[in-house]
C-alpha cells in the first residue's frame, strides 16, 4: 500500500517500465535480473478488493518473462510502496494476504485457471523509512517458537526481497548511475540542505546522460517537485519544468529554503534563549524569597517549598548555607 505524497509519487515512476528495469537491475538480486526479457514488461491493474476486509489498495504489479533452463515463462513483479514512519512488522502476514488476494484476482480475471496452475510472483517491498527495516522476511520466520519437525512442511512460506534504500551509502548509489539511483540519493539526503543540493546536482547529470532525456526529466521533475513541497519547502515550484533547464533557477530556491530555515533556527533559539532566562530569573527570586523565610525560621521546609516553588530537597540544602537572621 502506498501512503502520503508517494501515492502521486513513486507510484508514477513506477508506471513507466525503464524505472521497473532500474529497480530489478540496480536493486534486485543479480541472478534475478539476468533471467528477465525486460523488453516483456508489461504493467497490470493493481487495484482490486480484498475479499477478507473489503479493502480497497492499489500496489504497482508488472509481468515479465523469463528464460529458466531452455523455457519462456511470465513473472509477475508485486512492487509494494512501504513508505511509513515506522517499521511494520506485520509486513510478511500482509504480504501474503495480498498474494493470495492477487492469485485470486487472476482467477477472477481468467488470466489463469486451477487447471493451468498459478504463475509465480516476486514480492518486493520498498521502503524509505528513517528507521532501519527490521521485520522477518518470511512469515514462517514468525512462527514461534519453531514447531517440531513433523509440523514444519504444514507451516506457510512466503518471503518477499526488500529493498531498503536507507541502507545504501552514496557510494553504492554513484555506482548505479541510473535515474532511480539518483531518486534513492535525494531520499536519503533531505535532513541536510547542501546534500539535497549535492543529490540534485547528481540526477541532472544523470539526466543530461540519458537517452530518453526529455522523457525522463519531465518524470524526474514531477516527482521531485511533489518531493519537495512533502519536505515544506517553502519555495514557488510553478516555474519549475525541467531539472536540466532549470537547474541554476531550483539551486537558487534550494537555497532560498536552507536561508530561510537558518534565520527561523536562529530566531527559535533566541525565543528558547529569552524563555529560559525568564525561568531563571524567577528560580533566582524564587531562591531569594526562600532564603529570607529559613533565616526566619518560623516556615518549616515543606511550607516554604509551597510558597516558593521550590522542592523540599532544595530547601534542605540551602537551609546548610544560609546564616540565621540576627
Not at 8 to 34: D, N, R, W
Not at 87 to 114: G, S
Not at 204 to 209: D, G, K, L, S, T
Amino acid at each position: 500500500m502506498v501512503s502520503n505524497h508517494h501515492d502521486t509519487g513513486y507510484k508514477e515512476l513506477f508506471s513507466y517500465p525503464e524505472f521497473v528495469q532500474q529497480l530489478i537491475e540496480g536493486f534486485a538480486p543479480t541472478e534475478i535480473a539476468e533471467l528477465m526479457d525486460f523488453t516483456t514488461l508489461e504493467s497490470h491493474n493493481g487495484n482490486y478488493i480484498t475479499p477478507l476486509f473489503e479493502e480497497k489498495f492499489e500496489d504497482v504489479v508488472w509481468s515479465v518473462d523469463i528464460s529458466w533452463q531452455g523455457a519462456r515463462q511470465q513473472v509477475f513483479l508485486y512492487i509494494l510502496l512501504e513508505f511509513q514512519s515506522a517499521v511494520d512488522h506485520t509486513m510478511p502476514i500482509r504480504l501474503m494476504h495480498y498474494v493470495a488476494c492477487f492469485y485470486d484476482h487472476l482467477l477472477k480475471q481468467r488470466t489463469t485457471t486451477p487447471s493451468k496452475g498459478l504463475p509465480p510472483i516476486l514480492p518486493i517491498v520498498l521502503y524509505n523509512g528513517s528507521q532501519r527495516w527490521s521485520a522477518r522476511q518470511d512469515i514462517y520466520d514468525m512462527v514461534q517458537p519453531e514447531p517440531p519437525a513433523f509440523l514444519r512442511v504444514y507451516q506457510p512460506h512466503l518471503r518477499y526481497y526488500l529493498i531498503d534504500e536507507g541502507r545504501y551509502t552514496d557510494e553504492e548509489l554513484l555506482k548505479r548511475h541510473t535515474p532511480l539511483s539518483g531518486v534513492f540519493g535525494i531520499e536519503n539526503a533531505t535532513a541536510d540542505r547542501h546534500a539535497l543540493q549535492r543529490a540534485v546536482d547528481r540526477i541532472v547529470a544523470i539526466i543530461q546522460n540519458d537517452p530518453h532525456k526529455e522523457r525522463t526529466d519531465a518524470i524526474i521533475t514531477r516527482w521531485l517537485k511533489r518531493h519537495l513541497q512533502w519536505l515544506g519547502a517553502g519555495v514557488n515550484l510553478e516555474q519549475l519544468n525541467s531539472l536540466v533547464e532549470d537547474k541554476d533557477m531550483l539551486a537558487e530556491k534550494l537555497e532560498s529554503w536552507a536561508k530561510k530555515e537558518r534565520l527561523e533556527g536562529r530566531q527559535e533559539g533566541r525565543q528558547e534563549g529569552r524563555q529560559e532566562g525568564r525561568l531563571e530569573g524567577r528560580q533566582e527570586t524564587s531562591r531569594d524569597i526562600a532564603r529570607r523565610l529559613i533565616a526566619l525560621r518560623t516556615l518549616s521546609d515543606a511550607q516554604i517549598a509551597e510558597a516558593t516553588g521550590l522542592s523540599e530537597t532544595d530547601i534542605v540544602a540551602m537551609r546548610h548555607d544560609t546564616p540565621p537572621e540576627q
